[in-house]
């Protein structure tokens, strides 16, 4: 779900901070009619609770205008209580100068070393410390000056595809029994009848069959075919964000923003936002981490793990991020 959720809270962002700019009356009255604010999850923004290197933070200082780094994480959770896997994870980076946006994919799967745990996949810190933990893990790891987060659950994610009426999606033959397995899944965990998908073709898909769709992992090239699915639906969203016109404002205000975990305030999201849109870049930079060239699949104890060579990525990923050098893959 990488591309999926950061684009779809990104564009939906940018969408609404424009179209504020020409609707004022539109805004007033939804205000008047939602006055929902999601609440700001306090976590310990001091470098060392943060993980971020003394080194890191003497280079960044250097910098005239740093960047702005936000993790962005998607827990695979069945409910508000758990922690759970962030099985995607995301370093978002914001350009203070241009407002150019890049994205940098972290695979979830990737060997490292989680402070109070040992080596494990990095999805599993989230899982082990919540947020906090989770962020650390990636500064400490990447070398990277990261304070703050974004955390939308799959649930969640498929409330606000439904949100906007759902995804054109052209569904393959062999994808098909993996969508309805999982939908037949959360069928069980929420007591409903699954709304199946009965055939291949482009169709129209709910929430639930979008991010099932989205989840298969299973079938071509694992994780790298799935994140061809991810996008797929990233331009069905976006094309419907781009006609969604004024009416966006109460839909972003009454069934996304509940929908989402932030150690950010509300006028932060919305700064970023308007900071989206007055950018002359409208195309967001996209890089995956591990490197293939960096990186290869091990086996411990039964269980497989990507290892990385996290010196060369970490110069690697900060040449994406700092220095505006495409990595490649």
Known sequence: MKQLLLNFLLIALTTLSGYSQDTLATQKAASAEISYIPPVIKIDKSPEALGILPSVRAAVAKLPAPPINIALFAVDRRNKEQQGN?????????????????????????????EGKGMDKINAAFAIGGPQLAIKTLNQNFAM???DYINVDFFGTAKMIDALGGVN????????PYINNYLKEISIIENIAPVIVNQPGNQLLNGKQAVAYTRIRAIG?????????????????????????????????SQILPNMETSMSSMMLFKIGGDILSSKSKVIEQARFPLDKFSKGIRVNDTWYLSADLKANTTALHNFI???????K
């Open 86 to 114: 962030s099985d995607v994870i995301i370093i978002i980076t914001i350009d203070q100068v241009t407002k150019k946006l890049k994205m940098s994919s972290i695979l979830r799967d990737t060997y490292v070393s989680i």
């Open 221 to 253: 090239r694992g994780d790298y075919e799935r994140t061809e699915r991810q996008r797929s639906v990233l331009v069905a969203l976006f094309n419907q964000l781009q006609g969604a016109g004024p009416a966006i404002f109460p839909i972003f205000m």
């Open 169 to 176: 999606v052209n569904i393959k033959p062999e994808e098909v």
């Open 145 to 147: 000056d990261i304070h």
């Open 322 to 328: 700092y220095k505006n050098i495409n990595p490649g």
